[in-house]
């Protein structure tokens, strides 16, 4: 079982950059998949990066590929979604959810609350 908690979303401009964390606890957070989601407001929520349980293995979302990085330190229980050169449609709600390796979401068995980012053009 895992909890899961995201931080590091606010407000930027068009073209900067905004790291988000995902701290998790529980002992086997280290055998579980990760991957961010976000959801932007009247739309569904919808793939955004996955990582595997080593970290050895990423995909990105055609939206975001080669904007975005996501990476793992299991010894932190930390998950990472870099974000650069953003846009006002990368605005949504960013969620961080653990569990198997894939792009639907339900196939992630835990969620984090959510933390907003908003791209300013």
Do not use: H
Request: positive net charge; proline residues 2%.
């Amino acid at each position: 079982q895992v909890q899961v908690v995201e931080s590091g979303g606010g407000l930027v401009q068009a073209g900067g950059s905004l790291r988000l964390s995902c701290a998790a606890s529980g002992r086997t957070f280290s055998r579980y998949a990760m991957g961010w989601f976000r959801q932007a407001p009247g739309k569904e929520r919808e793939f955004v990066a996955r990582i595997s349980y080593s970290g050895g293995s990423t995909y990105f979302a055609d939206s975001v590929k080669g904007r975005f990085t996501i990476s793992r330190d299991n010894a932190k229980n930390t998950v990472y979604l870099q974000m650069n050169s953003l846009k006002p449609e990368d605005t949504a709600i960013y969620y961080c959810a653990a569990g198997g390796y894939s792009d639907y979401p339900d196939k992630f068995d835990y969620w984090g609350q959510g933390t907003e980012v908003t791209v300013s053009s």
